[in-house]
C-alpha cells in the first residue's frame, strides 16, 4: 500500500489544474438529453466520464445501456465494516438556447472572474464531478474508511424514466447506507445550506385546433374562432388575481406549514431589494399571504414556458392560424400528485374550453415532491463538514427545483438521500452563460471529503 504523501487539501492544491482540465473535457460534449438530435453526445459524454471514472481510481466501472441514456456505475470498496455511500448525479444538460445571449459559445468552458462559464458547469457536471474527484482524493491519501457508489444517469433533465426502471432491476447493487447528491444551491456564499425540500413536477403541453388550415383574418376572422386567443383565454383562466390556481381541488393536498415551521423557514437570510436589483425587476408577484421564500419552496405554481403558433416571423402577416400551443409546467409541492395534478388541470381545461375549438394533451415528465430528514446521520455527517470547512453550521431550506428521482430513492430503495449541493442562484443554472465559481468547485471537493470523514464513524452500517 502508498504511503500518504500528502494531505487531502495538499492533494487537492496538486491537482488543481487536472481537477480542472478533466471537468472540461466533459463540459465540452454538448449532452444535452432534451433534443435527441444530441443524442450522440449524450452517449459520447458518457464514456468519456467511464473513462474518467476509471481514471481516478473508480473500479468495476460499467456503462449500462437503457431504453433511454446510458447510465454509469462504479464503485471503491474499501471494506464490509465500512458504511456505503451512493452517489448520484447527473451528465445531461438543457439546451443552451437562446445562443445569441451567451458571451462565450455555450459548450466551450471559460474562466472569467473565477468562475467556469458552460451549459452544465453548475447543473450538475461541476457539482457531480467534485464528488469523482473527492473519492480520488481520498483514495490517493489512503484515508478512505466509507464505500462509495456512484449512479450517474442522462435523463435527469428528462424526468429519469430509464433511471426508475433501472432503481427496480439493481435494487441489490444499489443499497447503501446514504445516497448523497450535488445538485441543488446553498443560500449563498457565505451561508451554506443543505436542502431538505424539493418540489415536485408536472408538464404538459396542450394543443388547441380550431379551423383545418390558416385562414386569412380578414376573410375569415370575426366568423372562426381564433385557437390562440381562446388558448390565451384559458391559460388566463388558471389563476385568479390572487395569484391562486383556480383548478378544483388543485391545493386539496397541499401541506400547510405550521407557524413554527414557516417561522423556521424564514430564518434564513433573504433580501428583497437586492433580489428585485438581481433579477432587474420593480417588483416581484405572487400568492398572496405568502412571501417569495415561501413562493418558491412551499407553495405550488402554473407557468406557461413556452407558447407558439400562428406568424412569429418578420412582418405582418394576416393569418388566422390552425393551432396553438403552450408547454405548461406546475411545481408541486407534498403531498400533491403529479398523476392527480395533471387529471384535475385537463377536466377544468375541457370543462372550461368552448366548443369552437378541439383540445390535445401531451404529457411528458413529471416527479414527486420531497422533504428530506434532518436528523439523518448523513445529515449530521455534512453540518459538521461545512462547520469545519465553512466555519459555519449549514441551514436547512427547501429549494424550488425539482430532481425527480429523489423521492424515488426514498421510496423504492428506501434509502434517506442528502441534498448537499454548491450552486448558487447566480449560477443561472438553464439560463444562458451560466457559471460555477472555482471557489465552490474547490470548496466542495474540501467539504464532501470531510462529510466522508465524518460519516465513516457512524455506527449503523449496511452490510455489504
Ligand atoms: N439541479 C436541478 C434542480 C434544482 C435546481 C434543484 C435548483 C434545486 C435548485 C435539476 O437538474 C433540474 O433542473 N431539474 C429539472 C427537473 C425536470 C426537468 C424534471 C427542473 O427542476 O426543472
Ligand atoms: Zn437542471
Same mark, same amino acid.
Given at each position: 500500500m502508498e504511503i500518504q504523501k500528502y494531505t487531502q487539501n495538499e492533494y487537492i492544491e496538486k491537482n488543481k489544474e487536472r481537477f480542472l482540465e478533466e471537468l472540461f473535457s466533459i463540459l465540452k460534449i454538448p449532452s444535452i438529453s432534451t433534443d435527441s438530435r444530441y443524442k450522440k453526445d449524450v452517449v459520447k459524454c458518457a464514456s468519456e466520464l467511464a473513462n474518467l471514472l476509471e481514471k481516478s481510481g473508480i473500479e468495476k466501472v460499467t456503462i449500462h445501456t437503457t431504453k433511454g441514456n446510458p447510465i454509469i456505475t462504479g464503485e471503491k470498496i474499501m471494506g464490509t465494516n465500512c458504511p456505503t455511500v451512493l452517489v448520484y448525479g447527473h451528465y445531461d444538460v438543457q439546451p %443552451?438556447? %437562446? /445562443? =445569441? /445571449?451567451?458571451?462565450?459559445?455555450?459548450?466551450e468552458p471559460t474562466i472569467t472572474d473565477e468562475k467556469i462559464y458552460c451549459r452544465g458547469a453548475c447543473d450538475d457536471k461541476g457539482q457531480m464531478y467534485m464528488h469523482i474527484k473527492a473519492v480520488e482524493t481520498l483514495v490517493n491519501t489512503n484515508i478512505c474508511k466509507c464505500n462509495v457508489k456512484f449512479l450517474l444517469e442522462g435523463e435527469e433533465e428528462i424526468g429519469s424514466k430509464s433511471l426508475e426502471d433501472f432503481l427496480e432491476t439493481h435494487k441489490k447493487y444499489l443499497q447503501a447506507d446514504a445516497i448523497i447528491i450535488s445538485d441543488t444551491a446553498l443560500i449563498n456564499k457565505e451561508t451554506p445550506s443543505i436542502t431538505v425540500g424539493l418540489r415536485g413536477l408536472c408538464y404538459m403541453e396542450i394543443e388547441v385546433t380550431g379551423p383545418n388550415k390558416d385562414l386569412h383574418s380578414g376573410v375569415y376572422g370575426g366568423a372562426v374562432e381564433n385557437p390562440i386567443n381562446v388558448l390565451c383565454s384559458l391559460m388566463h383562466k388558471i389563476k385568479n388575481e390572487k395569484g391562486e390556481i383556480t383548478v378544483p381541488h388543485f391545493y386539496d393536498t397541499v401541506d400547510s406549514l405550521s407557524s413554527e415551521e414557516r417561522k423556521k423557514l424564514n430564518e434564513q437570510p433573504f433580501d428583497l431589494d437586492t433580489y428585485k436589483r438581481s433579477l432587474s425587476l420593480e417588483e416581484v408577484f405572487g400568492e398572496e399571504g405568502f412571501n417569495t421564500i415561501e413562493r418558491t419552496s412551499i407553495r405550488p405554481t402554473f407557468d406557461i414556458n413556452g407558447i407558439f403558433g400562428g406568424y412569429t416571423g418578420e412582418g405582418a402577416k394576416t393569418v388566422l392560424p390552425s393551432k396553438a400551443t403552450a408547454k405548461i409546467s406546475m411545481r408541486l409541492v407534498p403531498h400533491q400528485n403529479p398523476e392527480e395534478i395533471e387529471k384535475l388541470v385537463k377536466n377544468y381545461i375541457e370543462k372550461i374550453c368552448p366548443k369552437t375549438v378541439k383540445l390535445k394533451f401531451t404529457t411528458h415528465h413529471g416527479g414527486n415532491p420531497v422533504v428530506t430528514s434532518t436528523n439523518s446521520d448523513a445529515y449530521h455527517a455534512a453540518s459538521k463538514a461545512f462547520l469545519e470547512a465553512w466555519g459555519k453550521e449549514p441551514i436547512p431550506a427547501r429549494e424550488g427545483g425539482s430532481i425527480p428521482i429523489v423521492s424515488l430513492f426514498q421510496k423504492k430503495l428506501q434509502t434517506e438521500p442528502l441534498l448537499m449541493g454548491f450552486g /448558487?442562484?447566480? =449560477?443561472?443554472?438553464?439560463?444562458?452563460n451560466e457559471s460555477y465559481g472555482l471557489f465552490n468547485y474547490f470548496k466542495g471537493i474540501e467539504t464532501i471529503i470531510l462529510f466522508y470523514k465524518y460519516y465513516s464513524t457512524i455506527k449503523r452500517v449496511h452490510k455489504l
Open positions: %443552451p438556447d %437562446p /445562443l =445569441d /445571449l451567451w458571451n462565450n459559445p455555450p459548450f /448558487l442562484n447566480e =449560477d443561472a443554472i438553464h439560463s444562458p
